[in-house]
């Protein structure tokens, strides 16, 4: 199991199964989004995440057609991308 939170502490979230396929990505809007180079992303099934805290908190848009990203209203932090072309996986970064 792995546990984790937004910047402010509104929003935990537990992660029950694998991470896989962690990938660095070079894509504008991951670089955009992180700051930095790259985005480091790994994907997940969406039952194995859980959100323990802080729902009303989770607030969403949708980047393109299929795929939303989520993040904290709070700390504008996204911590999920869930695209229907992977409808059971979401990507943490």
Do not use: P, W
Not at 25 to 36: E, I, Q
Not at 61 to 90: P, W
């Amino acid at each position: 199991m792995y546990q984790g939170s937004c910047l402010c502490g509104a929003v935990t979230i537990e992660i029950h199964g694998r991470i896989d396929s962690i990938i660095h990505c070079h894509c504008s809007r991951c670089r955009k989004s992180s700051g930095t180079a790259y985005a480091t992303n790994g994907f997940i099934a969406t039952n194995d995440l859980i959100i323990k805290a802080g729902e009303g908190f989770i607030t969403h848009y949708e980047a393109a057609l299929g795929k939303r990203r989520h993040f904290c209203k709070n700390v504008d932090l996204q911590f999920t991308t869930v695209m229907k072309i992977f409808q059971s996986d979401c990507a943490l970064g």
